[in-house]
């Protein structure tokens, strides 16, 4: 079963721009989806051009995601999840990761694009045991977020929080931790943040970012590793703690590159 929890916004003239490249539909061009436009691919390729790596970029953050979400479930025993910032449906999401290992997790996915809102009003479906939700919201709200989470999820019991690949949507770095603390505080003890983000040490790719943002899509910024360490203040960090994706967890066989520009972790809410 599939629900969505509307935001204030749905029904009022909310549409899909194709005016101007969109990340959620971009990124969903480099993971080989359909769902996207000529205006989306002609900026994804333009990306591509100056910093092929974000295509790796791109599954790197996915096959993270997959273990990350495997070794919660399965080694952790948790059985909700909530993806803020999940983009469009790919070959394998968020509730199909949880709900292999774990049929009776709940996922609960959180995005307030509104092709993504069609998409999950049409796709997302899980198990029979599970269920999955999707939340109409901003990422810049966690107020909002946290409060339409705690009328599906049991907020009493342990979550995982995942931030993949979102947070650079938050711009202004006191807002970004803002963001995280408030998305965090109102989970229970036992909880766990599962981030990766992007880093500012390749050239190429810093200037692959700057010119995307100048396509008038929503900008996003690359962070140093110190500041994106700033997202764990508090928390227990999971080994191998704050590490490449690719070598976080791998396993045999893993198509996974270890030495691209990202850097992701899992932290336990003490």
């Known amino acids: 079963m599939t629900d969505v929890t509307p935001g204030p916004e749905e029904g009022s003239d909310s549409k899909i721009n194709t005016d101007v ?11 080989g989806g359909t769902d996207n436009y000529e205006i989306d691919r002609i900026a994804g390729d333009q990306y591509v051009a100056l910093y092929p790596g974000i295509v790796d970029i791109a599954r790197a953050g996915r096959y993270f995601m997959d273990r990350a979400i495997r070794f919660l479930a399965l080694d952790r025993g948790i ?11 790919t070959v394998d999401n968020t509730h199909e990761m949880a709900q292999r290992a774990a ?3 709940k996922v609960v996915y959180v995005d307030n694009d509104p092709l993504v809102l069609a998409h999950a009003r049409a796709l997302l479906t899980g198990t029979p045991e599970g269920r999955t939700s999707y939340i109409d919201c901003d990422l810049h709200d966690p107020k909002t977020i946290m409060g339409r989470a705690a009328e599906i999820l049991d907020l009493s019991r342990p979550v995982g929080l ?17 963001v995280v603390r408030g998305l965090m505080e109102p989970l229970a003890s036992g909880s766990y943040l ?8 390749n050239e190429a790719f810093n200037a692959a970012q700057r010119a995307y943002d100048e396509t008038g899509a929503i900008p996003f910024r690359l ?25 976080w967890r791998p396993e ?10 990202t850097l992701c972790a899992v932290a336990r809410k003490p």
Do not use: K
């Not at 059985?79 to 449906?89: E, V, W």
């Open 194 to 201: 599962i981030l990766h983000d992007s880093t500012d040490q």
């Open 223 to 247: 962070r140093s590793p110190e500041f994106i360490r700033g997202y764990f203040d508090g928390l227990e960090m999971v080994e191998p703690g704050l590490v490449t994706s690719g070598a």
């Open 103 to 105: 049929p009776d997790a």
């Open 252 to 261: 045999v066989g893993s198509m996974d590159i270890e030495d691209l520009p």
């Open 162 to 178: 995942l931030l993949i690949g979102v947070m650079g949507h938050v711009v202004d770095p006191g807002e970004a931790y803002g």
């Open 21 to 31: 490249p969109q990340s959620a539909r971009i990124w969903n061009y480099w993971l």
């Open 79 to 89: 059985r909700q999840f909530m993806d803020c910032g999940t983009g469009l449906p």
